[in-house]
C-alpha cells in the first residue's frame, strides 16, 4: 500500500495546483506590436503576435539570426515607446520585418517552397450547424474501472478530478456506464443489481459510486446506461433479452428508479443492447414504461452497434422513429449513411477511440473529436474506455483516456489523450452549436467552430498526420497533411471580436518531447481576420473564454509490482464496496458475504453468487473465475479455504499461472487445482478441465470448510489439502507465468475465506 501523503499534499490535493502555463510568456519573441498593425501580419512571425521558438530551443529564443538582431535593436525585444507617424510608418518597419525574418514552426523563407494557404470564413448570419452534445468516456464494457475503487486517497480523488473537474483536466461532458449484467463484458464481468427475479441490490459494483463522483465534480455531467449483458432469469433459459420484452423493459427501468431513489441520479440517455441486436418492440415498450414511471426526460439512444439497419427501420417505422432521440454508431470512421441523416436525429459516436493511450491514441483522438462532426454531423463523441483500471494484460490493455492500474502502488498516469480533451471541453459546452462550415483544411487537417449564441466562439485546429492518428479502428484511408497557413474571417455576430486566448498541443514523434495543452500569447484579431501557421500532428484551441486551465497535482508515487505476498481474509463488516480489492472476475460475480449461520472464523467470506449463465455478450467460459495478482508471477504457492455449497457436483479450484482473461477467458491456461462434492479431486492445465495432469480420490463434500493449497515450482506443482499432501511432481511447462485465481466447476454457490499468496 502507497504510503500516505504529507500533509501539504492532501491540503494541494483538494484543489489541485492551477496556473496559466508559462507558454505565452516563455515565448514573448514579438509581443510588442502596435494596436494598429494586422495580426494577420504577425502570423508570419509565427502566431499572435509574437516569433515562436522553434522546436526544441529554450522558450523565449527565436528561430533566425536576424530577429534576434532586430531583438537587440530594439533593446529588450519589447519596442521602446514612441509615437508613430501613422499607420504607413507602421506597415513600412513590420513589414521590413516580415521579409527579413522566417519564425515559426515552418521551413525558413530562403530557398524554400512558400506555405500552403488558405483562406476560411466563420459566419453565423445565416443560422447555425447541429448543437454539440458533448465529449465523453465509457465506464465499462467491462470492467474497465475496476481498480479505481481500490487507490487510496488522496489518489483516487486527484484521478477523478483529472477526469470529470470542470478547466481542470478533460473536463468531460458525458459519463457512460454498463448497467451490470453478471457476464464478462470485454475485461471482466459487473454486478447486475438483480442477480435474481426476486432480487434488487442497488449497492453492487461502482459505477454508483463513479457516477455519483462525477456528479459532485460536474453537476452538469450526462449520464447514460447501456447493458451488455442482462442476467439468465431475464431469458428464461434463452439466451435472448427480447423473448419477454416486458420483463427486459422493467429490469431496465428499475435500474434508472434506482439510481434516482438509491443514490440521486437522474440517467439522461439509455441505451438497447451494446453491439448486438435490436428489437423495434422492445424500444417501443421501454419507451412505453420509461413514461409510465414518469421517466419522460429520460431519452433513449439506439442501436449501439452501426449505423444501420436502425436507420432504415426508423425510415419506415414511424412509432419507432418517435420514440429514439438519437443514433448511435460504434466506431464510424468519421462517417455516417444517408439514412441517418434523413431521419432528421442526433447522431452521436456512442463508442470510438479504443486504442492505445501514447501519442499516436492522442493523435487519434484528435483527429476523431473534429472529423466525426466535420465529415459525419455527429455531435457526441465517447471514447472507450474512461481510466485504464484493469490489469494491462487483459485485452485491450490501457486503451483509455488515462491510466490508473496500480491501486497498491497509487501509482497513475495522465496520459496524453486527456489533455487533447481539454482542447475542446474547456472550452464548449452541450447546448452549443456548430457553425456551419465545411472543415477540411487545404492542406490536411481539420477544424470546427462552436458559439454559444452568446457572443462566444471556439475554435478547434487539428493537423494529425495519417500514422499518427490510427486509431484500433476501422481501417484509416490514406491521407496527407503539409504544414499550410490558415486565415480565418470573422464574420457575423463574431466580427467585432478582438483577442482569442490560444492553446496548442505538439505531438512529437521524433523527440518524444510532446507539448500538450500549452497556453500561448492571445491572438489578436484584426478586423475580423487572423491568420496561423500550422504544422503536423498539432492542436490549437482559440477561443473567446479565459477559462481554460491546465491544472496538475504533484506526481503521484512510483509504479510498483502487484505486492509477492498478499492476503485477505474478507472480514469486513460494511464493505464499501460489494467486490473484494483486487480480484478481477472474469467470469460470475464474487461478492463479500456475511455467513451467519457459521458459528466459526467464517462469518465473513467472498462468494460466488451467479448461479444461471447470464444473457452473454462474448462466450463465457462455463466456469466462473476470479483472477489476481502480477501477470508475471512464475513460481508461486497460492493458499485458500474453500466451501462447496451445490451437492453432488459442486466443485471449486484455486489456479497459478493463469494466462488468459477477458474476452478470451473461454481459452484460459494454467494450473487448476479442483475439488469436488463428489470426494475427488483433478489437476488441469485449463480451466475447461479438458487437460488433465493428475486426478484421484481427496474426500471432500459439500457444505463444509476445507483449506487447498497450490505450490508451483518451475515445471513441478504439487498440492495439499487441509496442510496434508494430496498430489505432487505434476509436470507444468505451460504457461510459463500468469495470475492467481480461484473460482468455481459451473454457475454455482461457493464461498472462498483466508485467501493467501506468495509469488515471484
Not at 123 to 139: Q, T
Not at 606 to 627: E, F, G, K, Y
Request: proline share 6%.
Amino acid at each position: 500500500m502507497a504510503t500516505r501523503a504529507s500533509p501539504a499534499r492532501r491540503a494541494l490535493s483538494q484543489n489541485g495546483s492551477c496556473s496559466l502555463q508559462p507558454g505565452w510568456a516563455a515565448h514573448k519573441g514579438w509581443e510588442g506590436f502596435p494596436p494598429s498593425f494586422p495580426s494577420s501580419r504577425t502570423a508570419a512571425l509565427g502566431g499572435a503576435g509574437r516569433c515562436r521558438p522553434a522546436p526544441g530551443l529554450a522558450g523565449g529564443a527565436v528561430t533566425c539570426a536576424r530577429c534576434r538582431a532586430v531583438r537587440r535593436r530594439s533593446g529588450t525585444g519589447r519596442p521602446r515607446e514612441r509615437s508613430w507617424a501613422g499607420m504607413g510608418c507602421a506597415a513600412l518597419l513590420w513589414g521590413a520585418i516580415l521579409l527579413a525574418c522566417s519564425c515559426g514552426p515552418g521551413p525558413p523563407s530562403v530557398g524554400a517552397a512558400p506555405l500552403l494557404a488558405a483562406t476560411y470564413v466563420l459566419d453565423d448570419a445565416n443560422g447555425l450547424g447541429r448543437e454539440f452534445d458533448g465529449i465523453g468516456a465509457v465506464s465499462g464494457g467491462g470492467a474497465t474501472s475496476r481498480l479505481l475503487v481500490n487507490y487510496p486517497e488522496p489518489y483516487r480523488s486527484e484521478i477523478l478530478d483529472y477526469l470529470f473537474k470542470p478547466n481542470f483536466g478533460a473536463s468531460l461532458h458525458i459519463l457512460k456506464v454498463e448497467i451490470g449484467g453478471d457476464a464478462q463484458s470485454t475485461d471482466g464481468t459487473e454486478p447486475s443489481h438483480m442477480h435474481y427475479e426476486n432480487d434488487e441490490n442497488y449497492f453492487r459494483g461502482y459505477e454508483w459510486w463513479l457516477m455519483k463522483e462525477a456528479k459532485k465534480r460536474n453537476p452538469k455531467i450526462k449520464l447514460i446506461g447501456l447493458p451488455w449483458a442482462f442476467p439468465g432469469w431475464i431469458g428464461k433459459g434463452e439466451n435472448w433479452p427480447y423473448d419477454y420484452p416486458d420483463i427486459t423493459a422493467y429490469y431496465i427501468v428499475s435500474w434508472i428508479l434506482g439510481a434516482k431513489q438509491y443514490h440521486d441520479l437522474d440517467i439522461d440517455y439509455i441505451g438497447i443492447w451494446n453491439e448486438r441486436a435490436f428489437s423495434s418492440k422492445y424500444i417501443k415498450l421501454l419507451r412505453y414504461t420509461l413514461d409510465k414511471h414518469g421517466l419522460e426526460q429520460v431519452r433513449i439512444i439506439a442501436s449501439d452497434r452501426l449505423w444501420e439497419p436502425i436507420s432504415f427501420v426508423m425510415m419506415i417505422d414511424s412509432e419507432l422513429h418517435g420514440v429514439v432521440d438519437v443514433i448511435g454508431a460504434h466506431y464510424p470512421g468519421t462517417k455516417t449513411v444517408p439514412n441517418a441523416i434523413l431521419t432528421g436525429k442526433k447522431l452521436w459516436s456512442s463508442e470510438d477511440y479504443s486504442t492505445f493511450n501514447n501519442d499516436v491514441g492522442a493523435g487519434c483522438w484528435a483527429r476523431i473529436l473534429n472529423q466525426n462532426y466535420v465529415n459525419g454531423n455527429m455531435t457526441a463523441t465517447i471514447a472507450w474506455n474512461l481510466v485504464a483500471s484493469y490489469y494491462e494484460e487483459l485485452p485491450f490493455g490501457r486503451c483509455a483516456l488515462m491510466t490508473a492500474q496500480e491501486p497498491w502502488s497509487g501509482h497513475y498516469k495522465v496520459e496524453s489523450p486527456i489533455w487533447i480533451t481539454a482542447h475542446t471541453t474547456q472550452f464548449t459546452q452541450p447546448g452549443w452549436s456548430y457553425l456551419q462550415v465545411d472543415g477540411h483544411l487545404e492542406g490536411g487537417g481539420s477544424f470546427v467552430a462552436l458559439t454559444d449564441g452568446l457572443g462566444n466562439l471556439t475554435i478547434i485546429i487539428e493537423t494529425m498526420s495519417h500514422n499518427h492518428s490510427k486509431c484500433i479502428r476501422p481501417p484509416l484511408p490514406n491521407f496527407n497533411v503539409v504544414p499550410q497557413r490558415a486565415t480565418f474571417y470573422l464574420r457575423g455576430s463574431f466580427y467585432m471580436v478582438q483577442t482569442l486566448q490560444v492553446w496548442h498541443s505538439r505531438l512529437d514523434f521524433e523527440s518524444g518531447n510532446s507539448s500538450l495543452f500549452q497556453q500561448l500569447h492571445p491572438l489578436q484579431v484584426w478586423r475580423g481576420r487572423f491568420s496561423l501557421d500550422l504544422n503536423i500532428d498539432e492542436v490549437y484551441t482559440l477561443t473567446t473564454l479565459k477559462t481554460g486551465w491546465k491544472c496538475g497535482y504533484p506526481e503521484p508515487p512510483p509504479p510498483q509490482p502487484f505486492p509477492s505476498i498478499y492476503n485477505d481474509d474478507f472480514n469486513i463488516r460494511n464493505p464499501p464496496f460489494s467486490e473484494a480489492p483486487n480480484f478481477a472476475d472474469q467470469t460470475g460475480v464474487f461478492e463479500y458475504f456475511v455467513n451467519a449461520s457459521d458459528p466459526g472464523d467464517h462469518v465473513f467470506t467472498l462468494r460466488q453468487v451467479v448461479v444461471q449463465r447470464p444473457i452473454t455478450w462474448v462466450s463465457d467460459a462455463d466456469q466462473t473465475i476470479s483472477v489476481i495478482g502480477n501477470f508475471k508471477w512464475v513460481n508461486m504457492t497460492v493458499t485458500c479455504d474453500i466451501y462447496i455449497e451445490k451437492p453432488r457436483d459442486g466443485g471449486v479450484f484455486i489456479a497459478g499461472r493463469v494466462d488468459n482473461g477477458g474476452i478470451y477467458v473461454r481459452d484460459s491456461k494454467g494450473v487448476f487445482f479442483w475439488v469436488f462434492a463428489d470426494g475427488t479431486y483433478r489437476v488441469t492445465g485449463d480451466l475447461a478441465g479438458k487437460q488433465v495432469l493428475m486426478k484421484g480420490l481427496a474426500g471432500v463434500r459439500d457444505n463444509a470448510w476445507h483449506t487447498l493449497t497450490l505450490n508451483i515450482q518451475g515445471n513441478s506443482a504439487s498440492g495439499l489439502l487441509n496442510g496434508y499432501p494430496l498430489w505432487e511432481n505434476v509436470t507444468v511447462s505451460k504457461p510459463g507465468n500468469g495470475w492467481a485465481a480461484l473460482g468455481t466447476r459451473s454457475f454455482e454457490f461457493a464461498q472462498f475465506d483466508n485467501f493467501h499468496v506468495e509469488a515471484c
